[in-house]
């Protein structure tokens, strides 16, 4: 949004309109950022959940080496899509739980098959990666990235590790297959968005260089 824009109130009840009955999220960018449409949409009940910083990192940058005790395979197999989603539900208390017994609870197979067809081949452009234990074969950690190779940028999204595995050099070995793989398709850099209050030390401790925050602004359903 141009934040120059007049008529900021009736956009916001456009918004409104749309997301009459449901969830309704900004996400707002600091070049569309203002102090008038955030006082808007705190009088409209949204809240501020949180502030994120854009990062980058050059794909060139020298890395550690990988930890010889793990393995990074790229997702090509449903399997791999249900190892993904173990870390997730693992990681994150608000996902449903799942074990390596059983099936997600939460996708169809035929929602698997949709997912992989969206990662696999040669132009993909949403990518993504489980790491392994290299004795077990236990996944432990995962991270996705998707490629625009026109802006000569690729993003990384998901990235988690299951509680026990955190301090093993997994985040940082995600970090680099991904830069590699962004590499290999003619990309420059990669970035993300970090929470400020969580992800951002771990983001900065691995040579991302902070740009723009973006706000996250939400409010529950209204009847």
């Known amino acids: 949004m141009d934040p120059d824009y007049q008529d900021i109130n009736t956009l916001v009840q456009e918004v409104l309109e749309a997301h009459k009955g449901k969830e309704s999220a900004w996400r707002i960018g600091a070049p569309s950022y203002?102090?008038?449409?955030?006082?808007?949409?705190?009088?409209e009940d949204y809240s501020l959940i949180g502030t994120a910083d854009g990062w980058i990192i050059d794909v060139q940058r020298s890395r550690p080496s990988l930890p010889s005790d793990i393995t990074i395979q790229r997702v090509e197999s449903i399997q791999q899509l249900r190892d993904m989603d173990l870390v997730m539900s693992r990681s994150f208390p608000s996902m449903p739980s799942m074990s390596l017994?059983?099936?997600t609870p939460f996708k169809?197979?035929?929602?698997?098959?949709?997912e992989l067809k969206m990662c696999t081949g040669p132009k993909a452009r949403c990518l993504r990666f489980v790491a392994y234990d290299k004795r077990s074969m236990q996944p432990l950690s995962t991270g996705g990235v998707n490629l625009f190779p026109k802006?000569?940028?690729a993003f990384m999204w998901a990235v988690?590790?299951?509680?026990?595995?955190?301090?093993?050099g997994l985040y940082s070995a995600l970090v680099?297959?991904?830069m590699r793989h962004a590499q290999s398709r003619g990309i420059q850099h990669l970035g993300l968005y970090a929470m400020r209050d969580t992800s951002w030390p771990i983001v900065e401790a691995q040579?991302?260089?902070?740009h723009g925050p973006i706000y996250f602004f939400e409010r529950k359903a209204q009847s």
């Open 34 to 43: 203002t102090p008038k449409l955030e006082h808007l949409l705190l009088k």
């Open 176 to 178: 680099t297959e991904r």
């Open 160 to 168: 988690c590790t299951v509680p026990e595995s955190r301090g093993r």
């Open 101 to 103: 017994e059983e099936d």
């Open 151 to 153: 802006l000569g940028l």
């Open 108 to 114: 169809t197979q035929r929602e698997y098959e949709t």
């Open 207 to 210: 040579g991302f260089e902070k």
